[in-house]
């Protein structure tokens, strides 16, 4: 195996996220890789600019500035290799998710089939399904040649037809996009991937191969109880990747300056989730949110299977309105802990949509900001959790599956008042079970090293250890259906100095044991009133070794799902309570 | 660090694309003097299809329909006239079910468009057309007093500017619906009721001009056949005090309002323009500046939201708000001369 020096040294890596381009410098000290620094400029994708490249050197420039090496040559290209001086970088990486999501049309056979796989392959990249055609729809085929004209999709995912299944069926409906694809001027038609049986490849490749970009991949949906997405979601990354050059000038320049090996944001973050999961318990899932402007990615794992979903629509920036598709104002008023009206609310959504990159000033706007946090978090954790693995997804009750550490990061998170307000959020909007460690990727790190991981696998590895990546807390959620004010678990705490300390958990309480960051303990879990605490079932308690993070450990006993009091003022006090407890 | 650029203007000259989603019809010549409701282009951006049966129709085997065929592909047909046949006995024919162009036949099947109005784009501005895009439309000059706003409904009109407005913060009320505003381009302030659009639409106006909106009139306002440009956002908001003492002082002149959706990728914003001959070379405004001291800001969230004052000075590392909240802080100062700091986010600079 080859070590940090072997791979070679500096690996510079861009993110051009929908708001800010960030350009982040990992390098090799004392023979480990480090998280040096990162550069910001806002993204410039966008009128008037629209080039990229603008906005990829003034965040290279900002680095520049704050490390004092010169990564950028007189060409106005980044310098590699790295030399002696320390100017210039050995590897050099890039993540997107700026652009538009792209507009899908899906075409498959059986809704509940083909078409719900090819959706949820949709979700794994910054796309949105715009229309659907199945089989039982009901409608003639001039009618399906009508919406694939009408709706004018970047993208038609054909699926459908298990291997040595049905044949005729799809091709109908491959003789439908080729008709459409036909009638519409060269330079407008939408690229296909073909994901469906794997014994019509070559007629496919006949029907559609000359008419348009054609790109197929294994079946979605081999059998009727068996998917896989890994081919075709690698497959889906290069279409984005495609798209985006195409659509956005200067990607083209920034993919050829990482080797042809831009990435989409979330792909990468995703490998990272996936390659967590391989690495802690195989029982557990490690469970990834990343929060940005353009979209809500949700990322779990359960020993090395990665369920990736992409919610554009549940994305904080101009998208927002979309997320009121779905839940009510009210919905949303419920995470508010102060007094703000509903019309307020609202106007606040409209106004951030206009404005994406503007920031709260007031107490109510930062309430807001961190409530449609939630509801974002709580909508897409809800729609990823269609693809967790059967035999671990959500419970009878909606209860999340254990995941064990939850990696959280965006902006939103990281630049919150205090830590006390990012774990609270994601509490709030995770309501995670048993016992997890909720880490904060303070410097949006994560995709960068998803991205870097197939070059350089020390540099994943190794900063994933480092300080940049902050342990809130180890979180231990008793649920337990007793009466408020019960006790539900009673505690003893050994400390590393072997000081001890008990003391009983009501329930609908928040408490934090103040286990300073780093230092172990243990903790004995005796539950009371038949509380579950993830060790074999309700009842059932044991001794576990716990970590603090920077906010100890953090006791959730208010209940699962969390149930906030319809009284507003009583809801305002126990927001207080708790943000106090976290030290916020 | 670049600088997000509002326009309001008292003279400029301006250049907008006009431009279809699809191929179609450029239907204007360059040099071309036109107006905002003047047709650029069009196209059929949702076609519907018939699919005729010609074996089924005329009762004759598929591999035999095609030589009954009248009418060839790309044919155009008036609804009855005869598609295919006569056969036999009877002389059965397949008529057009409805007016089109035959798109394909052949193998028995016969594929019609149906014709349909076309979706048309206006020109949205009154102009000169600089030059054609050929296929897709064309771009047009002008020169005039512009004022960006933040939301339009999608409708383009234009018409004599009626000032209801006395006061930046006012609020448009049923009683000031009065019949003489019909056919006029209102500028007013915030709107906030139902009935006030809905008695607007019935009269009905050429434009709406306002400061500000509660958002849960979103829906109707993009029902209405008028174009609607909110200024400075949503919520309770007083109109900010460049676009309020450009726009209260045109009173009575011709005035567009252009209420296209904004679009962040081809800087298309809704704006309203009050068109004049010129004899000097008026400049085109920039869009693209880097935040510097001195430069005349517009205030884009709450507090001060649609205040408009100076940049003073831009702090280089980041700042810790009175929320808590870390950011790269501006200090501006209002035109009342009150000095305050916000995130240099929430600005967006005057040209």
Known sequence: MTTPSEEGGSLLAIDVGEINTRAVLFDVVEGRYR????????????????????????????????????????????????????????????????????KVLVVGLLEDVSLASAKQLVSTTYAQVIETIGL???????????????CRPDLIIIAGGTENGATNSVIRLVES???????????????????????????????????????????????????????????????????????????????????????????????????????????????????????????????????????PEYGLGQGLSGLLDDVSLEEIQRWVPLEVGTDYIRDYIFNKTIYPASLPVTEEDLAIELALTRQAIRCSISCASDGFPKKIGLSADGLLPWFEPIVATGSVLTQAPSYGHSLLTLLDALQPTSITTVVLDQSNLTAPLGAA????????????????????????????????????LRLRVTYESGDETSFDIKQGTLEALPIPMGEAARLRLQPLNRSDVGMGGPGRGGSVRVVGGILGVVIDARGRPLLLPGDTGRRQALYKKWLWTLGG | MLAPVVHILPITRIRRHRLLPVAGRVLIRKGQNINPNDVVAEANLHPHHVLLDVAHSLGVPKGDAD??????????????????????????????????????????????????????????????????????GAVIESVGSLVQGVWGNGAVGFGVLHV??????????????????????ILTGYCGEEQVLRSLSELPIQGLVLSSMDSALIPLAKEQPFPIVVIDGF????????AYNLLRTSSEREITVNAEKRDVYTNQRPEVLISMPVDQVVQEPRDTIVFSPGQRVRIVRAP????????????????????????????????????????LANLEVLE
Not at chain 1, 455 to 484: D, G
């Open chain 1, 35 to 102: 998280f040096l620094a990162f550069g910001t400029a806002r993204t410039t994708a966008q009128a008037p600019q629209n080039h990229i490249m603008e906005g990829v050197l003034r965040a290279i420039s900002r680095l520049e500035e704050i490390t004092g090496r010169a990564l950028i040559g007189e060409d106005n290209r980044v310098i590699t290799p790295g030399s002696l001086d320390g100017s210039g970088v050995d590897v050099f990486i890039t993540t997107m998710s700026a652009g538009p999501p792209l």
């Open chain 2, 164 to 185: 209801l407005i006395k006061k930046p913060d006012d609020i448009l009320t049923m009683d000031q619906i009065e019949v003489d505003l019909r056919g006029k381009v």
């Open chain 2, 67 to 136: 030589r009954y065929l009248e009418r060839d592909a790309g044919d155009t047909v008036s609804e009855g006239d005869v598609l295919a046949g006569p056969v036999g006995w009877n002389k059965r024919v397949l008529r057009a079910p409805c007016s089109g162009r035959i798109v394909l036949s052949g193998d028995g099947k016969m594929l019609l468009e149906e014709e349909k109005p076309p979706f048309q784009i206006l020109a949205g501005l009154p102009g000169v057309v600089a030059f054609l895009i050929p296929g897709r």
């Open chain 2, 235 to 242: 919520g309770v908001l007083p109109m900010n005090s460049l």
């Open chain 2, 304 to 343: 001060h939201q649609a205040k408009i004052g100076t940049l003073i000075a831009i702090k280089t590392d980041l700042d810790v708000l009175p929320n808590g909240v870390k950011a790269k802080i501006a200090e501006v100062e209002l035109e009342n001369s009150k000095k305050i700091k916000l995130p």
């Open chain 1, 136 to 150: 039982n729809d009901g409608k003639k085929p001039e009618e399906r040649l009508d919406i694939i004209l009408s």
């Open chain 1, 453 to 488: 991981a197939s070059i350089k696998p020390f540099i994943s590895v190794q900063v994933l250890e480092s300080s940049a990546y902050l342990s809130l807390a180890t979180v231990i959620t008793p649920i337990s259906n007793a009466r408020p004010g019960s006790p539900i």
């Open chain 1, 177 to 311: 996009v080729r008709l459409a694809c036909s009638l519409m001027p060269k330079e407008q038609r939408p690229e296909v991937l073909y994901t469906g049986n794997q014994a019509l490849l070559e007629e496919v490749e006949n029907k559609l191969g000359s008419l348009t970009k054609l790109y197929k991949s294994p079946n979605v949906r081999p059998g009727l109880d068996v998917e896989q997405f890994s081919p075709a979601q690698a497959r889906m990354a290069e279409i984005f990747r495609s798209f985006r050059i195409s659509q956005i000038p200067g990607t083209s320049d920034l993919d050829e300056w990482s080797g042809n090996r831009l990435l989409p944001t979330s792909t990468a973050f995703g490998r990272i989730i996936q390659f967590l999961s391989k690495v802690y318990d195989p029982t557990k899932g490690v469970l990834g949110v990343d929060v940005g402007a353009s979209a809500t990615t949700i990322a779990s794992a359960f020993d090395g299977e990665l369920t990736l979903g992409v919610f």
